[in-house]
């Protein structure tokens, strides 16, 4: 077999195989009577990986056997792929950090007695990567609670300079009877199912990234099974 | 796929010879003998029924045998040979479709009117195969489409989609928009729910209390003892002065600091009580 | 941008998203002030193809966008790398598929009356998962049967660009057109038939006429007609 159709075969299986082939993968593409000798696969292998120069993609070798990755360089662009519109905050994240805006300083025991449910740690955790929320000190009872402040990067998003900026409900009820239609989008959420939806949405704020280049590699062959 | 079914290679080559097909059931008696041109194994005629696609394509299946075109059928012929097959499917039990006795019928009232005597007049499009054959076509040109869809190349079977690892994942997610009206709809809900709702209770006073209480708190973070009167600022006034005040007290009354003094009249220290 | 740097972005997302992404993917992986134009992006997809001449890969262009695919002389190798038999597809489903493709959109009961045969509801359903299909709407009639067409995914799935590149559907002859005495001539194609069986096509309208393969195709592909 002349090295040019052995660089295409093995350079086809690894695009195609969406997961590392090392040396005895590559063998199992031949038929036992035309496999290429193991030399001539690395020197193969090499001839691929100097043929990606200046591509945006490089041939790897890592500890499962050799795989095409998307050079790191390229990342900034290439991940945008995955970037995804910001989703909206769920209700109950809204209601916290309400909660903790207009009580604070507040544990999260208060916050879920007004609210009378749970407070998920996912929201207390995006409110504190989001710089909105931070601890100003703990609550002297058993369990130490952690009590809640805004900071000044909360007040910079509201554009507002201090707390006392921070309007009131009677401005509230200006707001709505100025513009009532304003309120009915941000009411979507059903009344009945508010808390699930709101527990749901949280659960979709928790879903790591890495999961979903696996998922896309399924799609790579749909057709494998279950004969129609 | 193959479109033609196994019996195509042993009967081919022989032309349709109708006095060697006594066929049983057509006669009312019992099968002895399969008809020559028409020899299946028996165990392989339920593959070759799986094999056809209806009554259409059993049909079209007896045309091309005879190697004629579907335009010049011999109507007679073909309703002989498809009812030899469907008598041979029923006399090996098999459950036909109702579509090929619909087929049946249809062959039979066609193979009837051509028997009529013919007129002069006759238009070509009262030709009574018409229909038949316009059917016949119509299902064979898809028939052949499916194969040619089937030839296609395919993802999966003839090609595949290339990937690569993607580089390591360092993009953070957007974060989503608030207002302000979202937030205070979501105060004023949580109130509702809390029927602690009450317009008053969330006031201008109340909040730069609340806001001095975090202000208070962050100036004893760490620290052990903090004098009292260096949370004061002067410059800020009379409002400045009893807002520390009230933030001071509001935070003794929910236990969040304690006030120390060692001795009368000297001077107080305001302590976190978590510190 | 430099058009290498172009070219390595559009390699690096076609490889990393493993499925096809059109122009206007590739503009949203840059920042607003920083997207190329589209000639650009044209011109280095166009650079892009090129690259791959000799390689065990192509830039193919498919309905949804442009991807990277093995090359199809490869398969043989590459098919070994999974147990399984790639899929075989019943008469059943390509019969039912092909009337999708060529008469959408379609009722279940015209494919009835064309095949001569009952369709399973297993294969509309099958062919719904796959999402080769898709209901467009319904037909004004006692039951509002429902009209289906194709998808871009059957397109990119059968490595087609658009309705336009499926085989040229064969030709229907009138029988009075035939002259028994002259019926040697029956390969002549008749334009008045194919012009009226065009018209038939697009009875159900809704279609772009520029997305079926149209007659004049089979000036290009004269092999594809029907042997009778």
Chains 1, 3 share one sequence.
Not at chain 1, 145 to 150: F, G, Q, V
Not at chain 1, 161 to 179: F, V
Not at chain 2, 51 to 64: Q, R, S, T, V
Not at chain 2, 244 to 258: H, N, P, Q, W
Request: proline share 6%.
């Amino acid at each position: 077999m002349d090295i040019t159709r052995l660089k295409n075969i093995i350079e086809g299986a690894l695009l195609a195989a969406a997961r590392p082939l090392d040396i005895s993968h590559i063998e199992q593409l031949f038929e036992e009577d035309a496999c290429p000798s193991r030399d001539d696969i690395r020197a193969a292998l090499e001839e691929v990986a100097v043929d990606c120069a200046g591509r945006g993609f490089e041939l790897k070798k890592v500890s499962s056997g050799y795989r095409f990755q998307v050079r790191q360089e390229l990342s900034q662009w290439v991940n945008r792929l995955w970037e995804e519109k910001p989703q909206k905050y769920s209700r109950a994240m809204l209601e916290t950090l309400a909660l903790i805006a207009y009580r604070q300083p507040i544990t999260r025991g208060d916050i879920e007695e007004i609210r009378g449910v749970s407070v998920s740690s996912q929201i207390i955790k995006t409110l504190h990567e989001r710089e909105w929320i931070r601890v100003v000190g703990h609550r002297d009872v058993p369990g130490r609670p952690s009590l809640y402040a805004t900071t000044k990067q909360f007040l910079d998003y509201f554009n507002l300079a201090s707390l006392e900026e921070l309007p009131t409900l009677g401005e509230l009820r200006d707001l709505e009877d100025i513009d009532p239609e304003l309120s009915l989008d941000i009411d979507q959420p059903q009344q009945g199912t508010e808390e699930q939806a709101a527990e749901a949405d949280m659960d979709e704020d928790q879903i790591d990234h890495s999961e979903l280049p696996t998922q896309q590699q399924q799609e790579h062959n749909p057709d494998r099974h279950n004969d129609v | 796929m193959t479109d033609t079914p196994v019996i195509d290679n042993e009967s081919h080559p022989q032309p349709p010879s109708q006095e060697e097909m006594p066929f049983a059931m057509i006669y009312g008696e019992a099968v002895t003998e399969l008809p020559k041109d028409l020899y299946i194994p028996p165990e392989a005629l339920e593959v070759i029924l799986e094999a056809f696609e209806g009554p259409l394509d059993l049909l079209l299946y007896l045309i091309k045998r005879q190697n004629i075109d579907i335009l010049e059928i011999n109507v007679a012929e073909i309703t002989r040979q498809y009812m030899a097959y469907i008598e041979l499917m029923e006399a090996m039990h098999f459950e036909l479709a109702a579509e090929y006795l619909l087929m049946a019928a249809m062959l039979a009232e066609i193979k009837s009117r051509m028997l009529l005597p013919r007129q002069e007049e006759i238009e070509d499009e009262d030709d009574p195969r018409a229909e038949l054959i316009r059917r016949l076509q119509e299902y064979e040109r898809f028939k052949q489409a499916a194969e040619d869809i089937d030839d296609l190349p395919r993802v999966g079977r003839d090609t595949f989609i290339a990937s690569a690892k993607e580089p390591d994942r360092n993009c953070e997610r957007p974060h989503p928009d608030v207002s302000m009206q979202e937030l205070l709809l979501a105060l004023s809900e949580v109130m509702h729910r809390a029927e602690m709702f009450e317009s008053h209770q969330v006031q201008r006073e109340l909040l730069s209390t609340r806001e001095r209480m975090t202000e208070v708190l962050e100036r004893l973070k760490g620290q052990q003892f903090v004098p009292f009167v260096s949370l004061f600022t002067a410059h800020e006034g009379k409002v400045g002065v009893v807002t520390t005040f009230l933030a001071v007290m509001e935070l003794i009354k929910e236990s969040l600091v304690e006030i120390v003094q060692s001795e009368m009249f000297g001077p107080i220290h305001v302590k976190a009580r978590s510190a």
